[in-house]
């Protein structure tokens, strides 16, 4: 390979690692905020702990849109 060849090369496989790394990272914080959103809900709305995720989500469904 001729060096610029390779250092293209080179460049190209810094970008995809950083790119990968920006979606870790993402993925990462994604999960943080789900948590955090899920104990905000279990602590105000306490028996969305034993309610199947069906259920939870009618229910949500139902008092945000003014429903029974």
Do not use: C, W, Y
Not at 2 to 31: M, S
């Amino acid at each position: 390979m001729i060096d610029t060849q390779k250092e293209l090369l080179q460049a190209r496989h810094r970008l995809e690692e950083a790119q990968a790394r920006d979606r870790v990272q993402e993925r990462k914080q994604r999960t943080r905020r789900l948590i955090q959103e899920g104990a905000i809900l279990e602590k105000a709305f306490p028996p969305a702990v034993n309610m199947a995720l069906d259920a939870l989500q009618d229910e949500l469904t139902a008092r945000l849109s003014g429903g029974p």
